[in-house]
């Protein structure tokens, strides 16, 4: 049985945690999206690549976030990735709800990550940016976050209270001017993101 099969093998019948996600994400979607029919597809295509992602890699235990913190002090690997994410102020707490959450969820949040980076890169090539341009300006749009490559990302575990931070910025016409300005000189969002960790703001 390939792989498209196993993932439509249920199709018009969402596991109850699926339908619980869409309601979760619909709202969420539509900050950017004007219709909840247009959010409802975006949803479904996301839902799709992660399960296909899920499906063709290793299942990670539920509670994956309490494990990681239990095991910290005795295992060298998880200590040097926690410990990666310390240098960015990630706490325990952060640490426990990012990685508690199952993988259906996390995927999502990663998926839709990309997608809303993807559909103002492909804006801005469409108006004429040449690649280098339209990679550069949403750099100065929206954080980028990962798991691995923290030199480049910033990590998941922040990623609501940074979300939360930058929205509540750019979207005060009495901050919005000097935040962008402060983006613009700090050469991204990610490195304006870290100068406020490092200032203690954040």
Sequence with gaps: MGLLS????????????EQELERQFIPIIMKDIETQEQAQLIFKRLLIEVKA?????????????DYLLKTEKNNTRINGMIEKRRLFGVSDEQI?????????ERGLIKKFSEFQRMAIYSMLKNQGMSSKEAGKEVKMCFPTYGEKDLSLHLPYEIKEKVDHYIYGLLSNPQ?????????????????????KIDQGIL
């Excluded at 890699?57 to 539920?62: A, E, K, Q, V, Y």
């Excluded at 426990?96 to 259906?104: A, M």
């Design 53 to 65: 992602d899920i499906a063709s890699g290793s299942n990670l235990p539920s509670n994956l976030g």
């Design 175 to 195: 901050t919005a001017a000097v935040a962008r300005q402060q983006i613009e000189a700090a050469g991204s969002v990610n490195d304006f993101i870290v100068e």
């Design 96 to 104: 426990r709800k990012w990685w508690n959450k199952d993988e259906l």
């Design 6 to 17: 196993r993932l439509f093998i249920k199709k018009g019948s969402p596991s109850l945690r």
